[in-house]
């Protein structure tokens, strides 16, 4: 019986591979479609953590679904349909082998480079004066490569995607038209459900005719960053920390307790508590942004129901 799903081992009719990636495992079927499983793993400074978040996986899997349906008419997507919570199917792509970050303020990753006294992020050049979650003059581009598990994203500049051949400039060009898009529907949306979407990131790829789609994940809370906007310009005002629903609560509490996932350090035992708390967290931002009531999928056998549902679609689609 599992409650937490960390791993899965399928056998799908018409498999022909698996990757694994941080969160999500992705299945090859007859080199056509991709079934994407979003388990409940939880991933910090590109370390997978010990313990699953329960419900993670569901959540991530239907609030990037919410989205993918609310932008598809401003860029296209890969997804086909999602025949069980954790689970979307979709066309088999090409992936670019870079992630489109896009911010409108300085937090995160970009406020600890810019402490450090980096004023060129990714070929971004920011001004002086600026103090952690201010709002940038435009949201900025800053791209990373895109690591395997257990190996760290490396910020890159355009020009360098550009000259190393990562990504052609007309493909490039569409990624950033795409980005900047998808980025001004999420802040609509947000800014609809009393939330500010601070940062986030994009991953692309190339369906077989060649059509550049939107892949993986869209406005999540592992790929995304949101701070609560009542209240926003008062805490800035004063300093003070913003109220956030994000996965950056789970990095500095790992950051207190000593954990950065650099070489030598452990990682801290995470308490049922903790776990649990987790979760609530993620419940939290799944109906804040999408509006809805989340409702729990059964759990007392995870890996059961995810291959009866998915062998269904496919046999029903004579995969």
């Keep these: 019986m599992t409650t937490t799903l960390t791993t899965t081992q399928f056998e799908f009719p018409g498999q022909k591979s698996v990757y694994r990636g941080k969160v999500r495992e992705v299945y090859n079927i007859n080199h056509e479609l991709l079934v994407m499983i979003a388990t409940d793993r939880l991933s910090a400074f590109d370390v997978i953590l010990p313990k699953g978040i329960p419900y993670k996986g569901q959540m991530l899997n239907q609030i990037a679904t919410h989205f993918m349906q609310a932008t598809e008419d401003i860029v296209p997507n890969w997804l086909i349909a999602t025949p069980d ?20 303020y300085l937090a995160g990753h970009a406020a600890r480079e810019y402490a450090a006294g980096k004023r060129m992020i990714c ?16 949201p900025i581009i800053t791209p990373t490569t895109k690591a395997d598990m257990g190996l760290h994203d490396q910020d890159i500049s355009r020009e360098e995607i550009l000259s190393r051949g990562i990504v052609s400039e007309d493909d490039y060009l569409i990624l950033e038209q795409y980005t900047r898009a998808l980025y001004a529907r999420g802040t609509e949306m947000a800014a609809q459900k009393g939330l500010i979407l601070v940062d986030t990131k994009y991953e692309f790829g190339k369906k077989a005719n060649g059509e550049i789609v939107l892949i993986d994940e869209i406005h999540t809370p592992d790929s995304s960053r949101y701070f609560y906007l009542d209240g926003y310009a008062e805490r800035q005002q004063n300093k003070e920390p913003q109220k956030q629903l994000s996965k950056e609560f789970v990095r500095q509490w790992l950051i ?19 776990i649990t708390s987790v979760s609530e967290r993620y419940m939290e931002l799944y109906e804040h ?31």
């Design 85 to 104: 919570p954790n689970v979307a199917v979709g066309y088999l792509c090409e992936s670019f082998k870079v992630e489109m970050v896009i911010r409108g």
């Design 123 to 138: 070929g971004v050049l920011l001004p002086d004066g600026l103090q952690e979650n201010d709002r940038l003059p435009e």
């Design 256 to 274: 207190e307790h000593g954990f950065q996932g650099q070489e030598g350090q452990k990682i801290p035992e995470m308490s049922d508590a903790y």
């Design 289 to 319: 942004i999408t509006g809805k009531i989340f409702e729990k999928a059964p759990i007392d056998d995870i890996e059961k129901r995810i291959e009866q549902n998915v062998v269904h679609f496919l046999n029903e689609h004579s995969v």
